[in-house]
């Protein structure tokens, strides 16, 4: 399924899905894997983004977080993605998604993207995203009404992985 036609459905589904949820729950998005998602028989590498796309968006509506975006005409931007692949996901698969901010900064929030074919992780995708208003940013504290503790081990080495490059 093409990534525009699936953020369609997810932002309709999300729009009309029962009950919001704030901004430090976990939001669980579903997705079948199709043949247009598939090499061969199992789901293709680009593909992962696509599904974390979709349930960022899906995050971002039922938390209300959207709503407050475009109110305050703020734009986001990933700056950055890594994805962890543990085992392949099989076409025709219905993939579980459970989506979460680990940690925010003066700058930036961090999105865990977990995806889980029945009980078992498949692959997760980590996003580091920037809210943006213009030129400008926007510092994640003046939009997500949570607290964090120091910086998670793993998204410091990433953070010192990207600045080597």
């Known amino acids: 399924m093409s990534g525009l036609l699936r953020n369609f459905l997810t ?7 029962a009950g919001a949820a704030g901004t430090g729950a976990r939001v669980t998005s579903w ?23 979709a349930a960022q968006l899906d995050y971002l509506v039922r938390t209300r977080l959207m709503g407050t975006l475009l109110r305050r005409r703020l734009s986001f931007v990933n700056a950055s ?15 579980r998604v459970e989506t979460a901010i680990i940690f925010a900064d003066e700058k930036c929030a961090w999105f865990s993207h977990a995806m889980f074919v029945g009980a078992e992780e498949h692959a997760e995708v980590l996003v580091k995203m920037k809210f943006k208003k ?12 949570q607290d964090f503790a120091a910086k998670p081990a793993q998204l410091e080495a990433w953070d010192r992985a990207l600045d080597a490059m």
């Open 11 to 17: 932002l309709l589904r999300a729009l009309f899905s």
């Open 31 to 53: 997705f079948w894997v199709t043949p247009f998602d598939a090499g061969t028989h199992v789901l293709k590498s680009d593909r992962y983004l696509q599904l974390a796309e």
């Open 81 to 95: 993605q890594l994805v962890k692949f543990s085992r392949p996901i099989a076409m025709f698969k219905r993939v």
């Open 134 to 145: 213009g030129s400008l940013t926007v510092r994640p504290a003046e939009l997500i009404n």
